[in-house]
């Protein structure tokens, strides 16, 4: 059985940082890319980051410069170390992975083809 366990939420002041961590384990996650979507009250699941098995990145526009994602590929292990963080950055963090065996090229990240999620992990940033 697949699980992804994220940990490391909380509060913490605009300004501040946090690292999330999400732990996986069930099958061997060497074709599969991890990272990270975000779920605020009324809105959309977004994307934030994503990282490779080879340690290439991708990072949201909303984002980048501030949040750092990173993998220890032998403790299946993604990491999001959030710095600066802002009152709009107040969401649950989910963590996700995706097969990459069978795409040829890297797409963005969309909700719809992920294969596995982990449960969240609530982030608020006070004022």
């Known amino acids: 059985q697949v699980q992804l366990v994220e940990s490391g939420g909380g509060l913490v002041q605009a300004g501040g940082s946090l690292r999330l961590s999400c732990a996986a384990s069930g099958r061997t996650f060497t074709s599969y890319s991890m990272g990270w979507f975000r779920q605020a009250p009324g809105k959309e699941r977004e994307f934030v980051a994503a990282i490779r098995w080879s340690g290439i990145t991708y990072t949201a526009g909303s984002v980048a410069g501030r949040f750092t994602i990173s993998r220890d590929n032998a403790n299946n292990t993604v990491y999001l170390q959030m710095n600066s963080l802002k009152p709009e950055d107040t969401a649950s963090y989910y963590c996700?992975?995706?097969?990459?065996?069978?795409?040829?090229?890297?797409?963005?990240?969309?909700?719809?083809?992920?294969?596995?999620w982990g449960q969240g992990t609530q982030v608020t940033v006070s004022s």
């Open positions: 996700a992975a995706r097969d990459e065996t069978y795409r040829s090229s890297w797409s963005p990240y969309q909700s719809y083809d992920i294969n596995y």
